[in-house]
């Protein structure tokens, strides 16, 4: 159903479709963080029927019991000094470093942390856009934040920082390809003014990602889930963070926001093969100058 106006016997009604019903939830709540932080949204949520708060109490923090002949294997010293952190709970860390194919007995992959982590960065990485661009349209935030949060870029993290050395897996394929992949990426940051920011050549094997948004999780846990820890030690490992200015337009959304100057100011709306005809001119002028402005950057890779 679309949005629009039904006039009835005495009054005129507003239809709202679900989805503009949604987003003005969404945007009510998003006023509520904004201005009260996540007490005063979650009192919202919990007003309009959405219960999301708990008694910590009710939660159980057991410590993980990891065999000490496993914790001699993992090199705490250089991990947590490459994330700048100290782990009350080593069992967490060591979970979050180890890989599906590598089965410990007391110990778990960390596919849980990983979803946790994912949460958690997309939460901290939007509110740090939200807050630093506060003119940008909401579009161009998404775009941000898309290439922000994606599991290449923070592949390209793990790298950056050497936390694939301390993969837990028993994988020699798996081996091969972040050894493949660790020589693309020293590679790519050797050509002039190169920044990927999840748009680089080299696919990244996906557990590189996974890492990272599993020690995410880690210490959100850790810390109580204390998303602001999580903040600390990440805002580093992420720097430099994508901006406007180094994040290129998709091409996609380029052409649509092209074609929408091009029409401002029309009268009249061209319709069936018109409408066709004023895209294939709006596409080929915009491929021609779009191969212009590219063509200098893949001649030098």
């Not at 009192?43 to 910590?56: A, T, Y």
């Not at 967490?92 to 180890?98: G, P």
């Not at 696919?203 to 948004?213: N, Y």
């Not at 903040?231 to 052409?255: A, K």
Request: hydrophobic fraction near 40%; glycine fraction near 6%.
């Amino acid at each position: 159903m679309e949005d629009g106006e039904i006039e009835g016997d005495s009054s005129c009604y507003r239809v709202l479709s679900s989805k503009t019903l949604a987003d003005v939830v969404e945007a009510l709540i998003g006023v509520y963080y904004v201005e009260g932080g996540k007490i005063a949204a979650n009192h919202l949520m919990r007003w309009i029927g959405i219960e999301v708060e708990f008694d910590p109490k009710d939660l159980i923090d057991a410590k993980h019991v990891v065999p000490e002949s496993i914790l001699r294997s993992v090199d705490f010293d250089s991990l947590e000094g490459a994330l700048n952190v100290k782990f009350n709970d080593k069992g967490l860390l060591v979970e979050a470093i180890t890989h599906a194919s590598r089965p410990s007995s007391g110990v778990s992959c960390y596919q849980r942390l990983e979803f946790v982590g994912d949460a958690v960065l997309d939460h901290l990485i939007t509110r740090h856009l939200f807050f630093t661009y506060t003119d940008l349209p909401p579009g161009r935030l998404t775009d941000l934040r898309a290439a922000a949060v994606n599991n290449e870029n923070f592949a390209r993290v793990a790298v950056k920082h050497k936390l694939h050395l301390h993969l837990r897996h028993g994988s020699t394929a798996l081996e091969a390809q972040i050894r493949d992949f660790v020589k693309d990426v020293r590679d790519e940051l050797l050509k002039p003014g190169f920044n990927s920011f999840g748009l680089g050549d080299c696919k990244a094997p996906k557990v590189l990602g996974d890492i990272v948004e599993s020690i995410a999780g880690a210490i959100f846990l850790d810390s109580g889930r204390d998303t602001s820890v999580v903040w600390r030690v990440f805002q580093p490992l992420l720097h430099p963070m994508v901006t406007p200015e180094t994040l290129p337009m998709h091409p996609v959304r380029e052409l649509q926001e092209r074609c929408q100057q091009q029409a401002e100011g029309w009268n009249t709306r061209p319709q069936g093969q018109a409408m066709w005809q004023l895209w294939k001119c709006l596409l080929m002028g915009f491929r021609s100058e779009w191969l212009k402005t590219h063509r200098r950057r893949w001649h030098r890779s």
